[in-house]
């Protein structure tokens, strides 16, 4: 009969630790998300009072966290544009008209900042999960 070796781990302990470190990145995925949209909302700001007339466009700049396009601490999503209600020109500024050239405040904002904006994220993302870590 031949020798037979078993050997018994008990991994709730590491379970455990994996449940808290899955928690800690859910938790920080909205905070790096926010860090990362504010850098954007700051240069769509900018962009704006550049080629301000009255201040109603710059007032009407908002960014707002979507509950509809996230999902609880696997994916979040902010939205940054203006509201049209408070400055319904607002479309006819970003893409202009037939009698008035286009003086886009968005798109350029986000080409100019899209890699400072991933920088905020990850900076803020690794911030949080140090913290997690006692680092």
């Not at 301000?52 to 994916?75: E, P, W």
């Not at 911030?127 to 680092?135: A, E, I, K």
Request: proline share 3%; charged share 15%; hydrophobic share 40%.
């Amino acid at each position: 009969m031949a020798d037979a070796f078993h050997c018994n781990f008990d991994t709730a302990g590491i379970n455990a630790q994996l449940d808290a470190m899955h928690q800690a990145t859910g938790d920080a995925i909205r905070p790096a998300a926010q860090a990362g949209a504010q850098v954007f909302y700051r240069a769509v700001i900018s962009n704006v009072q550049a080629h301000r007339h009255t201040g109603k466009l710059a007032s009407a700049i908002y960014q707002v966290f979507s509950t509809d396009n996230s999902v609880d601490g696997k994916k979040a999503t902010y939205h940054v544009s203006w509201n049209a209600k408070k400055a319904p020109h607002g479309h006819l500024v970003e893409h202009g008209t037939s009698r008035m050239a286009a003086r886009p405040f968005v798109r350029p904002a986000f080409d100019a900042v899209q890699g400072q904006g991933l920088q905020a994220a990850v900076a803020e993302f690794e911030q949080s999960m140090h913290q997690f870590l006692g680092r």
